[in-house]
């Protein structure tokens, strides 16, 4: 065979060189590295190019065919590519249908109702791994199966991870020699690219290297972009993981440039908080606003609202109470007409750009799968910071963890401490990033004042607590502490000594609060808002103001027409309802009162009236603080304590700044003003300081587990509980490092795996089990010793003289009791035998906490003393290694103590010990550890516990079996026994690492595994989890979903009168603890006891599996208080009688009705499901009976 060298080749290419007209190769890469422009990226020309269109309507109308739902899959062999078999699959282009598929693809439901259906599947919650298609097995590939050598070649392929992170690629890694010259072999003939790969060889060094050579030094000084160094500029402060919070405190020069067309704009500048969340919806990114009241969160709700018009999507907003959500649909259908409201009883315009719900109506439309979730573009989340509260809080967990991936998510909030971790629990659960803008103070500042007057001579006692600044006035407060003294001293001399008052009376309350608005008056400082924690103090103070008149007669004018027009929306007698008098008089004198007990349409009068302007002092609850914008001047506190459902508390500073926070007008005051009414003794300077300037109360999770989520779950195959769990935000602070515990359990099984095993004959065989067991012996008599010492018998036996038994890491010391102190926590002083000085115990003590290593049985070497060395210790109980039998006589223990505590004086330290204290050493060392007998404290303290009397018996077997071991004949033992104990620590540390990983870590899990195994024992569910027709009816079923489930199917309801089964109903939605009792007839008493029966058997059950369950509690939660009531309500009764038959105020009875009617159509749903159209036809005729007149009354919002 003729060869031909390179340079031959290279002369029968290029006979004459390369063309002078050719570019040299380093021209041609400097070329490249420093025209920029020229890449291909530029070249516009090849861009595609702009094709007018002419609209035709009429494809709108044309929908094209879904493909088929089903596919036919081909099987092959992954090795030789034969075909194996045909199967049937599901087609994920289809999107398959609601009961079957999670995708956006899936057929739509016409029938199923903006709530969706219990028999539809959810939509695939956002942030879940996306679920496997277990119609075809995917291949698993194994490397060690192939050949990675083909015959007759030098090498193959190469099985080895080369991955680069695209972070760490520069632009000069691009130019390796075999991406230097890409030719176009578009060609058809062959030996042109072999030309063409000669010609290339021929241009490039002989020695592959030189091209480094060459490009490191045409780069050498040219400026080439590195990837890994583009840094993007953008307005963070602080960044982590998941969350980034944005600088509110630098202007955005650019903003308008960065937004010129913008979906809304306000007559006003947009504050840089606004602007920056703005920006972030822009560019579609979640957003959580952290801002004072009254700051304008409701600006970044609107700007998405209109980018959702913007871009024909639809947005939510949810809203954690239903008075809420009527406000805000009025106040956003004023500024957007497509606007719709979905409640629990009526869906106004349910195909609008903009929903407003509360949540949990979002929560049943994502487990019901509903059609317009496809559509929602963002879902606003207002007041956040009700995630707090203990009932409702888990629905806004549920809710975030199931909303898909495409929903963007914006969340508004009150400044809360921990608004970053929030915020990265929620970009963790939905793997996506969540923007923080947080505001860093009021836009109007408040001052907070106390008021200690009583009447028109001191209606000017007004003392400044808190400036504008938020500093603490003390002088202020002792300017109020003097002035009650004054008037407690001037009232004892003319009456004699009485003290000061802790709590009001009647004349003195209505003295208070006609002092305190004759002073809001003359001062300029109405409208006011007095908060109340009481509805019946409410009632109270506003019937105390019958001779106060705030308005005036124009004034009255308008609030009479306004009251006229709301009431004429009632019919017959409700116009004169007693409650509709009451307050309409008081509207009319400029006074409002606002709480639960109120009639709905009278609530909402009031409202109206505030926002006008109309009413100058408005009573309320703490309810009207939460998310209402009705801003006043000042606001008052009646009291700072308030009953939470347990007892008599101060109000947290969450709670005071959410309320105080309603003072201030922006545009209209410079300060808010909030006055604390000092009725009684001023309170402390500490409580109040505590309140006003105190830390935030933090968000925290409610997440809890109810049957109605777990069988929401378990009808779902691919959604497991533990997933759920694992998003909850109570266990986000132990998995938000699980990126970094997955490094370290990737490192750990690296480590164990190469470990070395002991070349021992005796060792290798059994000394992890003598570890093990040895751990398990020294942890339970750590246990066991920590209940014994606190024992009272205990106390007793180490009386002074007792012989113990000290032990602190490896060294053990003979040591007697002398003194006892009794105080909290107990400690005992001992003399202990020793060489050493004082300190080597606290040292031992030290390395003791640091390093709980354990050691082989009996190892501990006793502490080694001279003749006559000696200290004396205070001693915790817990290193009280053993309690002997003996005894030691000491007749002045208290003196020995004293003695050594005078030597230890450096003027004393020479001095010899006492004559008692060389006794009792000298007897102590007379002793040896080898005759020191261990006291039993089974048999010595008479413990009669079944379960501590086990565990002694278990320390005992475990002693026994220490000694059967056979690696403790090991000459090198101690030596095997350090490197397997550092060997099982790095094991240990990994299973502690799987463990933290895996969902048995779970808090919740043993409560979950509970619940299972309740609802497998009530039928709900089978032995595999799946979901049978008990539990499909109560899926159905929002409210105490296993009563009312097992009501149905106990054939409760069955020859019942439909009025009789809503009055029996009404226990499940009936909340107040006490009120009158009801006159039941016998049919409906009989049916109260049937709904406790069968509420005990369900506790009955619970108690079985639950931990910690009480049946008294269960049964106490169905109130049959409103059953007379509603009885007679469905029966026709008018109003105005029903409300004399109780005491429950007329509010919360129509809240009741409005619960039970949403009750009622839940259980038509479930008795469709178990087709039962008997039960269906008598809940559709209760909820027809109940839903009339004043109860259903049109909101004043929506009409």
């Known amino acids: 065979m003729i060869t031909m060298a390179a340079d031959d080749k290279q002369s029968v290419i290029l006979p004459n060189g390369i063309p002078p007209v050719w570019k040299s190769i380093e021209e041609q890469l400097l070329e490249h590295l420093e025209n920029v422009e020229d890449l291909p990226i530029h070249d516009y020309r090849k861009q595609q190019k702009y094709v007018p269109r002419e609209f035709d309507f009429s494809n709108l109308l044309k929908v094209s065919t879904l493909p088929a739902t089903y596919e036919l899959a081909v099987e092959r062999d992954y090795r030789t590519g034969e075909v194996l078999a045909f199967t049937e699959r599901v087609n994920s282009a289809s999107g398959g249908s609601a009961a079957d598929s999670f995708s956006m693809l899936r057929a739509p439901e016409p029938g199923s109702g903006v709530k969706g259906s219990s028999s539809n599947l959810p939509f695939w919650p956002g942030g879940f791994d996306p679920p496997l298609d277990t119609s075809v097995d995917p291949p698993t590939t194994e490397w060690k199966e192939y050949r990675m050598v083909a015959p007759g070649l030098p090498g193959g392929l190469t099985a080895a991870d080369t ?29 042109d690219g072999e030309e063409a790969g000669s010609f290339a060889a021929a241009m490039l060094p002989e020695d592959g290297d030189g091209v480094d050579d060459v490009i490191e030094e045409l780069t050498k000084d040219a400026k080439v972009l590195i990837l890994s160094d583009m840094k993007t500029v953008v307005p963070e402060v602080k960044d982590t993981e998941f969350a980034v919070r944005l600088s509110v405190t630098e202007p955005i020069e650019d903003f308008y440039q960065r937004v010129p067309d913008m979906a809304y704009k306000w007559p006003f500048e947009l504050d840089v908080f606004q602007k920056q969340a703005v920006l972030c919806l822009e560019s579609h990114e979640n957003v959580f606003v952290a801002a004072h009241t009254s700051a304008g969160k409701t600006v970044v709700a609107e700007y998405a609202i209109a980018l959702c018009k913007k871009h024909m999507t639809r947005a939510i907003y949810t809203s954690p109470i239903k008075a809420l959500s009527n406000q805000k649909f009025r106040d956003f259908k004023l500024t957007f007409e497509d606007v719709g409201l979905i409640t629990g009883d009526i869906q106004l315009n349910p195909e609008a750009t903009c929903l407003i719900m509360t949540t949990e109506i979002l929560r049943s439309m994502l487990y019901g799968g509903s059609d317009i979730i496809r559509d929602v ?32 998510i914006i969340l508004l909030s009150a400044t809360v401490p921990n608004y970053m971790d929030f915020a990265s629990w929620v970009g963790r659960t939905k793997k996506r990033k969540v923007h923080v803008v947080c505001t860093s103070k009021r836009p109007v500042p408040l001052e907070h004042f106390l008021y200690t007057g009583n009447s028109a001579k001191t209606s000017k006692e007004l003392f400044l607590l808190v400036d504008s600044n938020s500093k603490l006035q003390e002088l202020g407060y002792k300017k109020a502490l003097a002035a009650k003294k004054e008037r ?18 009647f004349s003195s309350d209505k003295n208070v ?39 005036s007669s124009v004034e009255k004018s308008k609030i009479h027409v306004f009251i006229k027009r709301s009431i004429d929306r009632l019919k017959g007698t409700d116009k004169e309802l007693p409650q509709v008098k009451y307050v309409s008089n008081l509207l009319s004198r400029g006074i409002g009162i606002h709480h639960s007990g109120v009639l709905p349409i009278l609530k909402e009068i009031v409202e109206l009236l505030f926002q006008q302007g109309l009413l100058k002092i408005l009573f309320a609850t703490e309810t009207f603080a939460m998310g209402v914008n009705m801003p006043a001047r000042t606001v008052v506190f009646d009291s700072i304590r308030k009953h939470d459902g347990i007892n008599f508390r101060d109000l947290k500073p969450a709670e005071y700044i959410q309320m105080a ?46 049957y109605s989520m777990i069988l929401n779950l378990l009808r779902v195959e691919k959604l497991r509980m533990q997933d759920m769990l694992k998003r909850s935000f109570s266990e986000f602070s132990s998995r938000k490092d699980e990126g970094k515990d997955r490094d370290l359990l990737h490192d750990l099984r690296k480590r164990v795996n190469n470990l070395q095993e002991l070349d021992c004959f005796y060792c290798s065989k ?12 020294q942890q339970l008599r750590r246990t066991l010793h920590a209940g014994v010492v606190t024992h009272p018998q205990c106390v007793k036996y180490l009386a002074a003289g007792r012989v113990i038994l000290l032990q602190a890491f490896d060294v053990q010391a003979i040591a007697v009791t002398l003194t006892t102190n009794n105080r909290s926590p107990r400690t005992y002083k001992c003399l202990v035998l020793t060489d050493r000085t004082v300190t080597w115990w606290k040292d031992s003590i030290k390395k003791s906490a640091t390093q709980e290593e354990i050691t082989p049985h009996n190892s501990a070497q006793p502490l080694t003393f001279m003749a006559g060395q000696h200290i004396v210790l205070e001693v915790d109980p817990a290193h009280i290694f053993a309690i002997t039998t003996q005894t030691v006589k000491i007749p002045a223990p208290e003196k020995i103590v004293d003695n050594f505590d005078r030597r230890q004086i450096p003027r004393f330290k020479d001095d010899p010990p006492s004559q008692a204290t060389l006794e009792l050493v000298s007897s102590l060392s007379s002793l040896s550890m080898e005759v020191l007998t261990e006291l039993n404290p089974v048999a010595e303290f008479h413990l009669r516990d079944i379960d501590t009397v086990d565990d002694y018996s278990s320390l005992s077997s475990l002693r026994q079996s220490l000694d059967s071991f056979n690696s403790t004949k090991c000459s090198n033992f101690a030596q095997h026994f350090k490197v397997v104990s550092a060997d099982m620590a790095l094991k240990e540390e990994l299973e502690s690492v799987k463990f933290k990983l895996s969902d048995a870590s779970l808090t919740l899990l043993p409560e979950y595994k509970e619940r299972l195994r309740v609802l497998h024992e009530l039928n709900y569910t089978d032995g595999a989890g799946i979901v049978r027709l008990k539990g499909k009816v109560a899926c159905e079923i929002k409210q105490q979903e296993l009563l009312v489930t097992e009501l149905i199917f106990q054939n409760v309801m069955e020859g019942r009168h439909y009025t009789e089964i809503a009055a029996l109903l009404s226990c499940v939605v009936f909340e107040q603890k006490n ?5 039941l007839s016998s049919s409906l008493q009989k049916g109260v006891e049937t709904i406790t029966s069968v509420a005990r058997e369900l506790g009955e059950v619970q108690k079985k599996y639950v931990k910690d369950f ?11 208080g409103l059953v007379e009531v509603v009885y007679e309500w469905a029966r026709g009764t008018p109003f105005n009688e029903i409300i004399e038959l109780t005491d429950v105020q007329e509010g919360i009875i129509i809240r009741c009705i409005q619960r039970l009617d949403e009750l009622l159509r839940d259980v038509k749903d479930a008795a469709r499901v178990i087709g039962n159209p008997i039960i269906g036809r008598k809940m559709e005729d209760a909820s027809t009976s109940i839903k009339r007149d004043i109860v259903f009354a049109a909101s004043l919002y929506t009409s």
Do not use: Q
Request: proline share 4%; glycine share 6%.
């Open 488 to 505: 407690a001293s001037s009232r004892s001399h003319t009456t004699g000594p009485k003290g000061i008052r802790t709590s009001g009376n």
């Open 513 to 551: 609060w006609l002092s305190v608005i004759e002073m809001l008056r003359k001062n300029d400082k109405l409208p006011a808002v007095a908060f109340t924690f009481s509805k019946k103090r409410i009632d109270e103070n506003s019937s105390h103001l019958t001779s106060v008149d705030l308005t």
């Open 766 to 777: 059994d000394i992890e089990s003598y570890y093990k067991t040895c751990k398990a012996y």
């Open 163 to 191: 991955s680069t992170s695209p972070a760490d690629i520069k632009l000069t890694d691009l130019h390796s020699p075999e991406n230097l010259f890409e030719f176009d072999s578009s060609g058809d003939d062959e030996s």
């Open 1110 to 1120: 009480v049946v008294e509690d269960y049964v106490s939660e169905f109130k049959f």
């Open 1075 to 1079: 009120c009158s009792k009801p006159n």
């Open 377 to 408: 573009e963002w879902v606003i989340f207002d007041e956040v910071h009700y995630i707090n509260d203990a009932e409702r809080g888990v629905v806004w967990e549920e809710v975030i963890i199931m909303l898909p991936e495409h929903v963007n």
């Open 661 to 706: 926070g309603r003072a201030g007008r922006r545009g209209l005051d410079t300060t808010g003003t909030v006055i604390i009414l000092c009725k009684g003794d001023v309170p402390e300077l500490s409580d109040l300081s505590r309140m006003m300037l105190g830390k935030l109360t933090v968000l925290e999770s409610r997440f809890r587990l109810t």
